[in-house]
């Protein structure tokens, strides 16, 4: 089946120490978006890639980056962790076709990263 | 920019009840409109969904959702739930001609099924 799936599953990671989250796909789509959710929160958009343009959300602080090196891979990249960013990260994707809305995201079952 | 409030942060229902959770958005025009379910540790599942047309959408596991431009609301419904519906609801709104934008969600609701 066609899917979007997140490794790993659980990250944990120590204050201050770069970590590196990954999603890869088999839809096919060209965008690739990755939020973040806390705890009893909503998801909340950090960026997202459509084709190779990658688009940042205003508020997504610059310990945060992204990369697409192909169709089917993105990645999430905390160069610093802190404690405040222990959550789930989600990984979805769509199919934008120019000038329309994007059709459904797709996403993954998440990474859950714990920070000590 | 939009947004969208999910008024119940729980909702309690007892099993082979019926169900309705609440959802309006603030938006200047004809949002696309989004239910994801989610259970405890996992992704978001898409129940169902509204682009244009019919106001009543069907979904999943026998969920459906009205579309109400004058109340703006995008409530969703079941007749009867089962236990295995326990879990977090998001309702979710997309811009028109947004391209690819992010969703912005709502802070989600609670189901719990009693016995």
């Known amino acids: 089946d066609a899917m979007v799936i997140q490794n790993p599953r659980y990250q944990v990671t120590q204050f201050g120490k770069p970590v590196t989250l990954s999603c890869s796909q088999t839809?096919?789509?060209?965008?690739m978006y990755w939020y973040q959710q806390k705890s009893s929160q909503a998801p909340k958009l950090l960026f997202h890639y459509y084709d190779k343009d990658f688009n940042n959300e205003a508020d997504t602080p610059d310990n945060f980056q992204s990369r697409r090196p192909n169709t089917s891979f993105c990645f999430l990249d905390i160069r610093s962790p802190g404690l405040g960013d222990a959550a789930m990260y989600l990984c979805?994707?769509?199919?934008?076709?120019?000038?329309?809305?994007?059709?459904?995201?797709?996403f993954g079952p998440g990474t859950r990263l714990t920070v000590l | 920019a939009q947004s969208v409030t999910q008024p119940d942060i729980h909702i309690t229902v007892s099993e082979g009840a019926s169900l309705e959770l609440r959802c309006n958005y603030s938006y200047g025009a004809t949002p696309y409109l989004f239910w994801y379910v989610q259970s405890p540790g996992q992704g978001l599942q898409l129940l169902l969904k509204?682009?244009?047309?019919?106001?009543l959408v069907q979904g999943i596991k026998g969920f459906e959702a009205e579309f109400k431009r004058s109340q703006s609301s995008f409530n969703l419904r079941k007749p009867s739930v089962h236990w295995s519906d326990a879990a977090e609801y998001f309702c979710a709104v997309g811009e028109i001609g947004g391209g690819a934008d992010g969703l912005t969600f709502g802070k989600g609701t609670h189901l719990i099924i009693q016995p």
């Open positions: 509204y682009f244009s047309g019919d106001t």
């Open positions: 839809l096919n789509h060209n965008v």
């Open positions: 979805a994707t769509s199919r934008v076709e120019a000038g329309e809305f994007a059709d459904t995201q797709y």
